[in-house]
């Protein structure tokens, strides 16, 4: 979705997160290059923003449902549509991070493939400065743990 079209989705964020998470994911929604949306009857009912960080790593920052459309595969939709346009982009690694404890979110990850990782696995497969760089960006914060899946 283009950036001027975004403004519609924010209560999908408003009923997906708070404090700063929900600052957070306005703010990505708002700046991020690739936003994807699902479109129910009456108009949007997730999204999902993702990032190529590296020539052959993407990222994949938030996915929002709305609450009367979770558990009947909207953002199982989101995410296997994510995971294969970074196939098409060429990405080959993918990554997420999900607080400790969001079983729904570490549901939909494991589902398709992702697997806990660590910095320590983050900077033997892309180097001890990369690794720090590609963290930065991500945003993992204390209390999150990475996912990691391989495309290819």
Same mark, same amino acid.
């Given at each position: 979705?283009? &950036?001027? %079209?975004?403004?519609?989705?924010?209560?999908?964020?408003?009923? %997906?997160?708070? @404090?700063?998470?929900?600052?957070?994911?306005?703010?990505?929604?708002?700046?991020?290059?690739?936003?994807?949306?699902?479109? /129910? %009857?009456? @108009?949007?009912?997730?999204?999902?923003?993702?990032?190529?960080?590296?020539?052959?790593?993407?990222?994949?920052?938030?996915?929002?449902?709305?609450?009367? $459309?979770?558990?009947?595969?909207?953002?199982?939709?989101?995410? !296997?549509?994510?995971?294969?346009?970074?196939?098409? /982009?060429?990405?080959?690694?993918?990554?997420? +991070?999900?607080?400790?404890?969001?079983? &729904?979110?570490?549901?939909?990850?494991?589902?398709? /493939?992702?697997?806990?990782?660590?910095?320590?696995?983050?900077?033997? *497969?892309?180097? !001890?400065? *990369?690794?720090?760089?590609?963290?930065? =960006?991500?945003?993992? =914060?204390?209390?999150?743990?990475?996912? $990691?899946? +391989? !495309? %290819?």
């Amino acid at each position: 979705m283009p &950036p001027e %079209s975004r403004d519609g989705l924010e209560f999908i964020l408003d009923e %997906s997160f708070d @404090g700063l998470y929900l600052r957070h994911a306005k703010r990505t929604l708002r700046e991020i290059e690739a936003v994807r949306a699902a479109r /129910g %009857s009456s @108009g949007p009912v997730g999204v999902i923003m993702v990032k190529a960080l590296e020539q052959k790593a993407g990222y994949v920052y938030y996915v929002a449902v709305t609450r009367e $459309h979770r558990g009947k595969g909207v953002a199982t939709l989101l995410l !296997t549509d994510a995971l294969e346009k970074f196939k098409a /982009g060429r990405i080959e690694d993918v990554y997420a +991070s999900v607080e400790e404890g969001n079983a &729904p979110s570490t549901g939909l990850f494991l589902a398709h /493939g992702f697997a806990r990782t660590s910095f320590a696995e983050l900077a033997k *497969r892309f180097g !001890t400065l *990369r690794a720090v760089n590609m963290y930065r =960006v991500m945003m993992v =914060v204390p209390g999150e743990f990475l996912l $990691h899946k +391989s !495309t %290819s």
